[in-house]
């Protein structure tokens, strides 16, 4: 249930600010800087929780069975390196709205 909750509001808020984004005429470009900044931010925050989640489960294994800490350590570096990737692939879609943006050609 609180799955269908979270799912329907936050479907009702992006169908609300849907109708501003396209609105949006010569002011797209000001408020361009503070798009990608607040982009930015939620990908490194969510990048941030998984590779902190990644690593207590890392934790957990190896403290269960330390004997698989090397599989597990090799797993783990594998993961936070593509949960990394995330992020760099938000910065570069973000420095792309920001310096080259065709929503305003």
Do not use: H, W
Request: hydrophobic fraction near 60%.
């Amino acid at each position: 249930m609180r799955k269908v909750l979270l799912t329907a509001l936050n479907t009702v808020a992006l169908l609300a600010l849907a109708g501003a984004a396209f609105a949006a005429d010569a002011s797209v470009a000001a408020t361009t800087g503070l798009a990608t900044a607040l982009g930015m931010a939620i990908a490194a925050a969510g990048c941030g929780i998984a590779q902190g989640m990644g690593l207590k489960a890392a934790c957990d294994g190896t403290a269960r069975n330390p004997e698989a800490g090397g599989k597990i350590t090799v797993t783990l570096i594998l993961g936070l390196a593509f949960i990394e990737s995330l992020a760099i692939y938000a910065l570069v879609v973000n420095l792309i709205l920001l310096f080259a943006n065709p929503l305003l050609k």
